[in-house]
């Protein structure tokens, strides 16, 4: 992984790389942000660059060093890994990092060890990090990727330079996933504003097959609310509930989107603030019928479904009262 492959994130590109390049990088990273959002890319493209035998601020990619940092198996750069699924523990971090930090590079000028799922560590391992922190090796760099930086004890904190990854602009996804991807506009440009700046969200939504016909499903749902009756609201709640591929947490979200085009169109008339572009033709006719109090409502309804859902309230009621409050907003 190089720098020039990831896209977005240029603060923290800009940040490192001139890190690199004056020789002034920290021995303690920590990376924050949410999961898929890209975290492990900066780490790998900071470990491979500073191993490169070309030793510029980018990995050149040719380079044996390069070939194998690519390949994961450089000897120089460590993963941690931790035996337990939910946990990083004291005798994990001592027998991986800080007893492996103390012998000397095995081919290269440093040795990079990266700690995904940080938040993880528990508090004697925090602990025994903590000693290595304070005094690590010259040759030593450590990142701890997480995706939540106030689990890490204040004194960790302190250490380590905190690097946030902020979203990425949507529309620089919606490109990337047209031209890698191959993926039509209207479908790029949903998948774009699903993701909220997640990089890897969006890709692997790209990919899904489910999250496909989820979209469809919902889309479906809006495009007849109105005419839908009590009883086929209830039958579509009951199938989304007992539903195995079903996210419901995703259906709002692509919810949500679906009512802020109507929401948008309604209020600026701009076709190209439309995310939905290819049902451009029914978001310009609900956004003509329905008015900006029903579509408070349906946020308002939204938002309390999340809610009850996360509270574990019967969830099938949960959703089947959300698409009643849908319909009758509608008209
Ligand atoms: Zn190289």
């Known amino acids: ?38 975290k492990m890319m900066l780490a790998e493209a900071f470990a491979q660059t500073i191993l490169c035998e070309e030793g510029g601020d980018d990995a050149c990619g040719e380079c044996q060093s390069c070939h194998q940092a690519a390949g994961h198996n450089h000897p120089d750069i460590h993963y941690v890994l931790h035996e337990k699924l939910n946990s990083i523990g004291i005798d994990d971090i001592r027998t991986q990092l800080n007893n492996d930090i103390v012998i000397k590079p095995y081919s290269s000028k ?40 106030t689990t890490f004890l204040p004194t960790i904190l302190s ?24 993926m039509p506009d209207y479908q790029a440009e949903v998948c774009a504003a699903f993701s909220q700046g997640n990089f890897g969200k969006a890709i692997k939504l790209a990919e899904s097959q489910e999250f496909n016909e989820l979209k469809n499903t919902m889309v479906d749902f809006v495009k007849r609310a109105a005419s839908q009756g009590v009883y086929e609201i209830n039958e579509i709640a009951t199938e989304l509930v007992k539903s195995e591929t079903v996210n419901i947490q995703d259906y709002l979200d692509l919810m949500t989107i679906w009512f802020k085009d109507v929401l948008l169109y309604k209020s600026t008339g701009d076709n190209k603030l439309v995310t939905y572009q290819d049902e451009i033709m029914i978001i310009k006719r609900q956004s003509a019928e329905m ?19 996360s509270a574990n309230v019967n969830s099938n009621l949960t959703v089947e009262l959300l698409l009643m409050e849908v319909k009758e907003n509608m008209i």
Do not use: W
């Open 1 to 38: 992984m190089s720098f020039s492959e990831i896209q977005g994130q240029t603060d923290i590109k800009a940040h490192l790389q001139s890190a690199i390049q004056h020789n002034k990088f920290s021995h303690a990273y920590i990376i924050s942000g949410e999961k898929d959002s890209g």
């Open 110 to 149: 440093y040795k990079i060890y990266i700690v995904d799922e940080a938040e993880k560590m528990t508090e004697q391992a925090q602990n025994a990090l903590l000693k290595t922190i304070e005094e690590p090796p010259e040759y030593g760099v450590i990142f701890l990727l997480t995706t939540s930086a």
């Open 159 to 182: 250490r380590c330079v905190l690097l946030d990854l902020k979203p990425v602009n949507q529309d620089i996804i919606k490109r990337e996933l047209m031209h890698k991807h191959g």
């Open 291 to 309: 008015s900006f109090e029903g579509l408070e409502n349906i946020f308002k309804a939204i938002d309390t479904c999340r809610k009850r859902l």
